[in-house]
């Protein structure tokens, strides 16, 4: 089954939205903003995505900017900082079965659906 972590404030992640709703397949929305995945989740999707946590953060949050910029910070750190604050989560991520990837462009999702 499809998954899509979607924020629907995000115009990409609604464009990415829209793309898999064109595709015809099944699959779920996971609004992650009020269904935060776990740290244990959020290690699987970024092993899946096969990026750093780093490279999930959105770095332009000023929850980011203020509590987190410029600090050495380990991998699980990072993580449990995306756990606790779900802006902070690159958007939108889709999964289909073991592939997964970051819709940005949205368009890039059509390489796994």
Not at 3 to 14: E, G, L
Not at 31 to 53: A, Q, R, W
Not at 71 to 91: G, T, Y
């Amino acid at each position: 089954m499809i998954k899509i972590y979607h924020n629907n404030r995000c115009s990409k992640s609604r464009l990415g939205l829209q793309l898999l709703e064109d595709s015809g397949k099944e699959f779920e929305i996971i609004k992650y903003i009020e269904n935060t995945p776990s740290y244990n989740e959020l290690n699987e999707i970024i092993g899946l995505l096969g990026i750093s946590p780093l490279q999930l953060v959105r770095k332009g949050e000023s929850i980011w900017k203020e509590n987190f910029k410029g600090k050495n910070l380990s991998d699980q750190e990072i993580v449990l900082a995306m756990s606790k604050h779900p802006k902070l989560i690159e958007r939108p991520i889709v999964i289909n079965g073991n592939k997964a990837i970051i819709g940005r462009p949205p368009e890039t999702i059509l390489e796994i659906i």
